[in-house]
């Protein structure tokens, strides 16, 4: 199946490590862009890191350094390690995959919503102070 299904998220105190899971299979694009959203209470779906069929990453400027995204292509699985979590990280974690863009034949991957049709139904993560 196309639709992503999330795991692995949790409760931790700040300092602390999660690592997410995403199964995703189905998917026959050659080239496409797998990514991870959070949305917090009363805030705006935003894009946290996205990697492209080549394996090339992108990540939002405040999880730099403490994100890692990742792909298992033998599991169709995708990953999210999350260190040194902080309190502002606690949201509503999202799985999405999407066809990508185009530019002179190069393909590229951005952290827009609008760019990903498959969604999977989140994982909640919960970093305590």
């Known amino acids: 199946q196309v639709q992503p299904v999330e795991s692995g998220g949790g409760s931790v105190q700040s300092g602390g490590s999660l690592r997410l899971s995403c199964a995703a299979s189905?998917?026959?694009?050659?080239?496409?862009?797998m990514a991870w959203f959070r949305q917090a209470p009363g805030k705006e779906r935003e894009g946290v890191a996205v990697?492209?069929?080549?394996?090339?990453?992108t990540y939002a400027d405040s999880v730099k350094g403490r994100f890692s995204i990742s792909q298992d292509n033998a599991k169709n699985t995708l990953y999210l390690q999350m260190n040194s979590l902080k309190p502002e990280d606690t949201a509503m974690y999202y799985c999405?995959?999407?066809?990508?863009?185009?530019?002179?034949?190069?393909?590229?991957?951005?952290?827009?919503?609008?760019?990903?049709?498959?969604w999977g139904q989140g994982t909640q993560v919960t970093v305590s102070s």
């Open positions: 999405a995959s999407g066809r990508g863009y185009y530019s002179r034949g190069y393909h590229y991957c951005l952290l827009l919503r609008d760019g990903y049709n498959y």
């Open positions: 189905g998917y026959t694009y050659s080239n496409y862009c």
């Open positions: 990697i492209d069929s080549d394996g090339s990453t």
